[in-house]
């Protein structure tokens, strides 16, 4: 099956070029030319595999359109902008977006981080190699529950909904607990082997994980920061 991607940008020589582009490759395309448009092509109920997302669109800005998105909806999400400010990169993966790409840019660049995501999606564990059915992370009255092979987390009895880019993360963590993981080696882990992003995104991945399973995010006791080091999952 055809992998469906939402192309959501107002310049319509843009939008065109990159759907073209992208059906070169064997991609799905439909279109979106504001963040208003692309919600109700989502509540049609016929939700894309990927989307990519322009930051400067009109009334609702992309900025909006992905925290939108993200209200109901965990799919992978690309954000393609001008804007090359630390603060706007930060604010869109804050916003909930996987992934950052600058204009103006290779129709390559594109197409190896969709396969990025594509292939983090649909990462299958070999049979010899099955995690352990649940993994606890944080032990007490409302337990930290990890499961792999299910795909879910809970705290407590209620499932704390992660990201696909957060969920993987936070396996990588917990495959190795107690040991100090560097920015680089996540980048490679999660992102995909060979990633030219930069380390940024790590680490406002690991504050957004932390909002959604930690019991106080701001002195967070599960995945700790080793200052110069990197990141280290402690399971308490």
């Known amino acids: 099956m055809r992998t469906r991607l939402l192309i959501v940008e107002d310049d319509d020589r843009i939008r065109t070029s990159l759907r073209l582009a992208l059906e070169d490759e064997g991609y799905t395309v439909d279109e979106a030319a504001s963040g208003e448009e692309a919600l109700l092509v989502l509540a049609t109920g016929q939700e894309p595999d990927l989307m990519i997302v322009d930051l400067m669109l009109g009334q609702m800005d992309g900025f909006t359109c992905i925290r939108a998105v993200r209200r109901s909806s965990n799919l992978p999400i690309i954000v393609v902008s001008a804007r090359v400010d630390t603060h706007d990169v930060v604010a869109a993966l804050e916003a909930g977006a996987d992934d950052y790409v600058t204009k103006p840019f290779q129709t390559k660049e594109i197409t190896a981080r969709l396969r990025a995501l594509r292939r983090r999606a649909a990462v299958v564990v070999p049979v010899d190699q099955q995690p352990v059915p649940e993994q606890v992370l944080e032990s007490g009255p409302d337990p930290l529950v990890l499961s792999v092979a299910a795909g879910t987390v809970r705290r407590g009895d209620a499932e ?77």
């Open 160 to 236: 704390v909904h992660l990201t696909l880019t957060e969920f993987r993360l936070l396996c990588e963590l917990a495959e190795s607990p107690g040991r100090v993981l560097s920015r680089s080696s996540l980048l490679e882990r999660v992102w995909d082997r060979g990633y030219f992003g930069d380390e940024r995104i790590v680490d406002v991945h690991v504050r957004r994980l932390r909002t959604k399973i930690e019991k106080d995010p701001s002195a967070p006791r599960v995945v700790v920061t080793v200052r110069g080091l990197g990141y280290r999952l402690d399971v308490r």
